[in-house]
């Protein structure tokens, strides 16, 4: 069975550019989440998508965005990119948002 | 306010001994919890989870406890291997009032080497 697959694995961009990642969920899978991690902040939360709807969302600016498709594949589009923004970013799907979630091996960004 | 602690950066662990990962909490609201080994360059790996209503669940070497009084989860893992040396994680979910959708609340990992 397949994992979660995200696309593409390293990214590097400037200060002021967007940039958009992908996340295809395990089969069956319709909650996908994301996360930014970074060594000072750890693992944190971004948000969940549903059947095509944000159903939660944690406490990043709204730069930060996203959008699920109806075969359950997301996208994460960060705009006006900062140096701060340079991390890890996870995808991660379930069943329906239940736990547990099961992770991509991610796409590191990097802003110079 | 970091609501999921793991005080320990560090543990190091003789092959075949027991190795003893530590988390805490504060939100009381949290009713599921997890906990991942992640490698470099790769995603956490999920590893095994409890319930609220239980206070132990064992899957293989991994015993997973959990005190809810105290707001204390501790992995136990019998006996360690030296691929189990990685970075683990605990994880905390509010599953109940279905408000944290897919939210997943972690801590800042404990590194955890098991020497041969």
């Known amino acids: 069975k397949a994992g979660v697959t995200q696309t593409p694995r390293y990214l590097i961009k400037t200060r002021g550019q967007q940039v958009t990642l992908s996340c295809s969920p395990i089969s069956g899978h319709r909650s996908v989440s994301w996360y930014q991690q970074t060594p000072g902040q750890g693992l944190q939360f971004l948000f969940e998508?549903?059947?095509?709807?944000?159903?939660n969302k944690g406490n990043f600016p709204g730069r930060f965005s996203g959008r699920q498709f109806s075969n359950s594949r997301s996208e994460m589009n960060v705009s006006t990119l900062e140096l701060g923004d340079s991390a890890l970013y996870l995808c991660?799907?379930?069943?329906?948002?239940?736990?547990?979630?099961?992770f991509g091996d991610g796409t590191r960004l990097s802003i110079l | 306010d970091q609501q999921v602690k793991q005080n320990s950066p560090s543990l190091s662990v003789q092959e075949g001994r027991i190795s003893i990962l530590n988390c805490d909490y504060t939100?009381?609201?949290?009713?599921?919890f997890l906990w991942y080994k992640k490698y470099p360059a790769e995603g956490p790996t999920f590893l095994i989870s409890i319930s609220s209503i239980k206070d132990k669940n064992e899957d293989g070497r991994f015993t997973v406890f959990l005190n809810k009084s105290a707001k204390h989860l501790s992995l136990h893992i019998v006996p360690s291997q030296p691929g189990d040396s990685a970075v683990y994680f605990c994880a905390a979910s509010a599953n109940a009032g279905g408000t944290s959708y897919g939210k997943l609340t972690f801590g800042q990992g404990t590194i955890l080497t098991v020497h041969p």
């Open positions: 991660a799907s379930s069943w329906q948002g239940n736990q547990p979630q099961h």
């Open positions: 998508y549903f059947s095509e709807t944000q159903r």
């Open positions: 939100n009381s609201m949290f009713d599921y």
